[in-house]
């Protein structure tokens, strides 16, 4: 067979737009998760209204009464008690309304923030389950995690503190310019003036606020990621005795952090303060030219009363945007990032109509394929750019992993696949369950190519057991169950017994209901193999791929896991992936891969009479075992 490749084709080259383009403003993606919880939304709008409009009654009640008590003394005194006691009257029932509102206002508040959060977290996790493999062999989990569970939080804060809020502040300070403007035209517009300089300092402010606020969380996220890595690598750093260094290495990390939140406290703090003073300068002007207003004549002493009671609750959403201005661009800041994730396209995508019945015969073929990393690139590094943590794709991921491969395996077949680390051999059998898709060629499963088939009726065919098995923190029967939930108990029973695991599942206190630590940690590496059998059993698929199923166990280990594969090949078309060769003697065929290149394929003897690559191996392992 030539090793020669022929010149790659030109559909290899693949050119992929930016998603963030395309993606929504930030405070557009909130809205319309808003939109879909309304009633909520009105009801927070309703009560905001309300009490914006009972904050009106206050200075009329106490103008009116400053009125009241300067006006002549010759108007009957229980005239103006009677009139003193209604003014009372309806600052009490005020006060018990607006009591009344700000807990139907916050109530209604929080039920529309968190259940925009929870939308938000689950439209989050449903695309992170959409993204490829390829994706997370390069993101950090910690920085996962973080946009999940900390930066929707901060996103959806934005509804506690801003869309309804601003929207109600808005309404508030159009109102009361209206009735300063009313009460006394020359002493609105002074007050008016000091407005140019407060957009003025926001216009400047405003995007470092915004850029402070986008490097605190994506150091937070970093950190996130650093302690996610620590915890998962406790076995490794306690060999290593590196536990001083990973408590300074995290320690530098959290002064980093906390340098980041002081530098975004500093410039949030510098507008409030903007937002202060306005306030205080409003008042003094108020006071200053208001009092010479009254002094001419040209105010009375209440309707100077009710025009400083009205530019304060001018100057409240003035204040409360300069307070929370540093909370908003945080939200800004987290939204962005939340909606950089969301913007990412899957690599592998189904097609408009795909073919919904699962294979029932299990023949593959592989025609002409070509495979490199650089089409999942686009996916991995939208998310470390937005974490401040981009990382250079190295030259060999770059290059084809697997070029010009045909091969195919009838139904029932037992196919090895063999060569040395870096030859491609879990590349390829990854593309079968389309955990990626080629750069070239094609892969069939009985006749049709796999992008014609839906993922669900793809990979309910296909079964793995990897090198490391997996499994999730809960009991051995849901750990068995994983890819049939629906499976009976006797079901269960007999996929254990056939993968030789029911030995030791009845040796357990709580049997098939024992708890499993995370990842299985309590139980041993043949006992956790034997186990991702049983859960490839029960899901009875028609197509399996074991990778290195058995190369990380001992002796004994091995072989009780070697009859349960046995059981589990049984009338399946079955790919193997070992470094062991002796396990794989009695494959039907061997291809041989070399650098990603298929060649040499044929039976154990044939290989070994033809004195090739395989031979080669096999020799060496010899010597050494």
């Given at each position: 067979?030539?090793?020669?490749?022929?010149?790659?084709p030109?559909?290899?080259a693949?050119?992929?737009?930016?998603?963030?383009?395309?993606?929504?403003?930030?405070l557009?993606?909130?809205?319309?998760?808003?939109?879909?919880?309304?009633a909520?939304?009105i009801?927070?709008?309703?009560?905001?209204?309300?009490?914006?409009a009972?904050?009106?009654?206050?200075p009329w009640?106490?103008?009116?009464?400053?009125?009241?008590?300067?006006r002549?003394s010759?108007?009957a005194?229980?005239?103006?008690?009677?009139?003193l006691?209604?003014l009372?009257?309806?600052?009490?029932?005020?006060?018990?309304?607006h009591?009344?509102?700000?807990?139907g206002?916050g109530?209604?508040?929080?039920?529309?923030g968190?259940?925009?959060?929870v939308?938000?977290?689950?439209?989050?996790?449903e695309?992170?389950?959409?993204?490829?493999?390829?994706?997370y062999?390069?993101?950090?989990?910690?920085?996962l995690?973080?946009?999940?569970?900390?930066?929707?939080?901060?996103?959806?804060s934005?509804?506690?503190?801003?869309?309804?809020v601003?929207?109600?502040?808005?309404?508030?300070?159009?109102?009361?310019?209206?009735?300063l403007?009313?009460?006394?035209?020359?002493?609105?517009?002074?007050?008016?003036?000091?407005?140019p300089?407060?957009?003025?300092?926001?216009?400047?402010?405003?995007?470092?606020?915004?850029?402070?606020?986008?490097r605190?969380?994506?150091?937070?996220?970093?950190?996130?990621a650093?302690?996610?890595?620590?915890i998962?690598?406790q076995?490794?750093?306690?060999?290593?005795?590196?536990?001083?260094?990973?408590?300074?290495?995290?320690?530098h990390?959290?002064?980093?952090?906390?340098?980041l939140?002081?530098?975004?406290?500093?410039?949030?703090?510098?507008?409030?303060?903007?937002?202060?003073?306005?306030?205080?300068?409003?008042?003094?002007?108020?006071?200053?030219?208001?009092?010479l207003l009254?002094?001419?004549?040209?105010?009375?002493?209440?309707?100077?009363?009710?025009f400083?009671?009205?530019v304060m609750l001018?100057?409240?959403?003035?204040?409360?945007?300069?307070?929370?201005?540093?909370?908003?661009?945080s939200?800004?800041?987290?939204?962005r990032?939340v909606?950089?994730?969301?913007?990412i396209e899957?690599?592998?995508?189904e097609?408009?109509?795909?073919r919904?019945?699962?294979?029932?015969?299990?023949?593959?073929?592989?025609e002409?394929?070509?495979?490199?990393y650089?089409g999942?690139r686009?996916?991995?590094?939208?998310?470390?750019?937005?974490?401040?943590d981009?990382?250079?794709v190295?030259?060999?991921?770059?290059?084809?992993v697997?070029r010009?491969?045909?091969?195919?395996a009838?139904?029932g077949?037992r196919i090895?696949?063999?060569g040395?680390?870096?030859?491609g051999?879990?590349?390829?059998?990854?593309l079968?369950?389309?955990?990626?898709?080629?750069?070239?060629?094609?892969?069939?499963?009985?006749?049709?190519?796999?992008?014609?088939?839906?993922?669900?009726?793809?990979?309910?065919?296909i079964g793995v057991?990897?090198q490391?098995?997996?499994?999730f923190?809960?009991?051995?029967?849901?750990?068995?169950?994983y890819?049939?939930?629906?499976?009976?108990?006797?079901?269960?029973?007999?996929?254990?017994r056939?993968?030789y695991?029911?030995?030791?599942?009845?040796?357990?206190?709580?049997?098939?209901?024992?708890?499993?630590?995370?990842?299985?940690?309590?139980?041993?590496?043949?006992?956790?193999?034997?186990?991702?059998?049983?859960?490839a059993l029960?899901?009875?698929?028609?197509i399996?791929?074991?990778?290195?199923a058995?190369?990380?166990?001992?002796?004994?280990?091995?072989?009780?896991?070697?009859?349960?594969?046995?059981?589990?090949?049984?009338?399946r078309?079955?790919?193997?992936i070992?470094?062991?060769?002796?396990?794989?003697?009695?494959?039907?065929?061997?291809?041989?891969?070399?650098?990603?290149?298929?060649?040499?394929v044929?039976?154990?003897?044939e290989?070994?009479?033809?004195?090739?690559?395989y031979?080669?191996?096999?020799?060496?392992?010899?010597e050494?075992?």
């Amino acid at each position: 067979m030539s090793s020669s490749a022929p010149a790659i084709p030109a559909a290899c080259a693949r050119t992929d737009p930016a998603p963030a383009a395309r993606s929504p403003h930030p405070l557009r993606l909130v809205l319309g998760y808003v939109g879909r919880h309304r009633a909520y939304a009105i009801w927070t709008l309703l009560f905001g209204t309300i009490g914006f409009a009972l904050s009106f009654v206050y200075p009329w009640v106490t103008g009116s009464m400053v009125d009241l008590l300067t006006r002549p003394s010759s108007i009957a005194t229980a005239s103006r008690e009677r009139e003193l006691g209604l003014l009372t009257l309806a600052a009490g029932l005020t006060a018990m309304l607006h009591a009344a509102v700000v807990y139907g206002r916050g109530h209604a508040n929080v039920h529309l923030g968190h259940s925009v959060v929870v939308d938000l977290r689950r439209a989050l996790f449903e695309h992170l389950q959409r993204l490829s493999v390829g994706f997370y062999a390069r993101a950090r989990t910690g920085g996962l995690l973080s946009r999940v569970i900390h930066d929707v939080h901060e996103a959806t804060s934005l509804i506690y503190l801003g869309v309804i809020v601003a929207a109600l502040d808005a309404a508030q300070l159009s109102l009361a310019v209206c009735l300063l403007l009313r009460e006394n035209l020359k002493l609105a517009l002074a007050c008016l003036l000091l407005f140019p300089l407060y957009a003025l300092v926001f216009v400047v402010m405003n995007p470092r606020v915004r850029r402070a606020s986008e490097r605190m969380q994506a150091q937070f996220s970093r950190l996130t990621a650093d302690v996610c890595e620590q915890i998962a690598g406790q076995a490794l750093i306690k060999t290593y005795t590196a536990e001083a260094r990973e408590i300074r290495r995290f320690e530098h990390g959290l002064w980093r952090h906390h340098e980041l939140v002081l530098a975004q406290s500093h410039l949030g703090h510098l507008v409030a303060s903007a937002g202060e003073v306005l306030v205080h300068c409003g008042t003094t002007v108020v006071v200053g030219y208001g009092g010479l207003l009254a002094l001419n004549g040209e105010l009375s002493a209440g309707r100077l009363t009710r025009f400083l009671g009205y530019v304060m609750l001018m100057f409240g959403p003035v204040r409360r945007l300069a307070e929370l201005n540093a909370g908003y661009q945080s939200s800004f800041a987290a939204i962005r990032r939340v909606r950089d994730i969301l913007a990412i396209e899957p690599s592998v995508v189904e097609v408009s109509e795909p073919r919904r019945e699962a294979p029932t015969h299990g023949h593959v073929r592989f025609e002409n394929v070509w495979f490199r990393y650089d089409g999942e690139r686009s996916e991995a590094e939208a998310e470390l750019a937005a974490d401040g943590d981009r990382r250079a794709v190295s030259a060999a991921r770059s290059d084809y992993v697997l070029r010009n491969i045909s091969l195919e395996a009838r139904p029932g077949e037992r196919i090895a696949i063999v060569g040395a680390s870096g030859a491609g051999k879990s590349t390829l059998l990854a593309l079968l369950p389309r955990l990626y898709d080629p750069s070239s060629g094609r892969v069939l499963v009985d006749g049709t190519s796999v992008r014609e088939y839906s993922l669900l009726a793809l990979r309910s065919a296909i079964g793995v057991v990897q090198q490391g098995s997996f499994l999730f923190t809960g009991t051995i029967r849901d750990n068995i169950a994983y890819g049939r939930p629906e499976a009976s108990d006797e079901e269960i029973v007999a996929a254990a017994r056939a993968a030789y695991a029911d030995e030791f599942i009845e040796r357990l206190p709580d049997g098939y209901h024992a708890v499993l630590g995370e990842r299985g940690v309590n139980l041993s590496g043949g006992q956790q193999q034997r186990l991702s059998i049983a859960r490839a059993l029960l899901k009875n698929p028609r197509i399996l791929i074991l990778d290195e199923a058995t190369s990380s166990l001992d002796a004994a280990s091995e072989r009780a896991v070697q009859d349960a594969l046995e059981n589990l090949m049984r009338d399946r078309t079955c790919f193997i992936i070992a470094h062991r060769l002796s396990t794989i003697r009695h494959a039907d065929r061997i291809v041989v891969l070399d650098q990603g290149r298929l060649v040499e394929v044929g039976r154990h003897d044939e290989l070994v009479a033809a004195g090739g690559r395989y031979a080669r191996l096999l020799e060496c392992q010899t010597e050494l075992g």
